[in-house]
């Protein structure tokens, strides 16, 4: 995981399920959070949003990894009530020149993966995770 000074010019992506056309914010920096075979995501900023990730997959052979964006954009679009409570806000979510599934959210922070959570951490998450199950 580095910093690149890849610059990305601004794309247009088709809003899912709308077929209406929102344009990327253009970036300079951002750093890769991680990847898959067919899957990565990114950290930058922009002046529009602020911190947020950009997360893309390949959409084209009907890759597993371009039906699970589909269904991660669905869940984001049925959790639109959680967002920026529990769960990041989804600022664009569609796909971009045609071969790529793209998701836009906030950036809320590292993963808790391996931390050493207090018990106020715990009944966070339990919350959260409450809310989750209530929304269905």
Not at 55 to 63: A, Q, R, V, W
Not at 85 to 110: M, N, Q, S, W
Request: charged share 20%.
């Amino acid at each position: 995981m580095g910093v690149s000074s890849r610059t990305r010019s601004k794309t247009a992506v088709e809003s899912t399920p709308v077929a209406s056309t929102t344009i990327l914010p253009a970036f300079d920096m951002f750093t890769q959070l991680w990847s898959t075979e067919r899957t990565f995501a990114y950290k930058f900023h922009t002046p529009e949003l602020g911190d947020v990730v950009l997360k893309k997959c390949d959409i084209m052979n009907g890759s597993q990894a371009a039906e699970l964006m589909k269904h991660e954009i669905q869940i984001y679009h049925h959790l639109q009530s959680l967002q920026e409570v529990y769960i990041p806000r989804l600022h664009i979510a569609g796909v971009a020149d045609g071969l790529e599934f793209v998701l836009v959210t906030e950036y809320v922070g590292k993963t808790i993966e391996g931390l050493k959570l207090s018990l106020k951490d715990c009944m966070t998450i339990a919350e959260c995770l409450e809310a989750l199950h209530d929304a269905g």
